[in-house]
């Protein structure tokens, strides 16, 4: 069985920054398809990024992907810790939700499906972030 618990979360000004923590415990997370989810308040909950041993790129939402001049998170991992970590930086206020980690079976990773929360068997309770104006 496999336990997420994700840790990292707080309240940060409008501009500041947070790293959040994903660790993995019952397997290994290269096991597994690694992803980050939010839901705010009154949303759905939306892909953020994920991650896998099988390939060097992340995938990022469209929205915060930090390969891009306008992208703000990156999304990456710890082996030797068995921990995948989001940096936020320079967050807005349309940032404050509700953060998960997940994990979903490899045979879905890829560009088309990794972003699909239906894809992800294991989830965390989340961590609250809150941006301030």
């Known amino acids: 069985q496999v336990h997420l618990v994700e840790s990292g979360g707080g309240l940060v000004p409008s501009g500041g920054s947070l790293r959040l923590a994903c660790i993995v415990s019952g397997s290994s997370l290269n096991d597994y398809m690694m992803g980050w989810f939010r839901q705010a308040p009154g949303k759905e909950r939306e892909f953020v990024a994920a991650?896998?041993?099988?390939?060097?790129?992340?995938?990022?939402?469209?929205?915060v992907d930090a390969r891009f001049p306008d992208g703000r998170f990156i999304i990456s991992r710890d082996d030797a810790k068995n921990t995948m970590y989001l940096q936020m930086n320079s967050l807005k206020h349309e940032d404050k939700a509700v953060y998960y980690c997940?994990?979903?079976?490899?045979?879905?990773?890829?560009?088309?499906?990794?972003?699909?929360?239906?894809?992800?068997?294991?989830w965390g309770r989340g961590t609250q972030v809150t941006v301030s104006s």
């Open positions: 991650l896998t041993w099988r390939d060097v790129l992340p995938y990022y939402a469209n929205t």
């Open positions: 997940a994990a979903g079976a490899l045979e879905y990773w890829s560009r088309g499906t990794a972003g699909n929360a239906d894809n992800y068997n294991y």
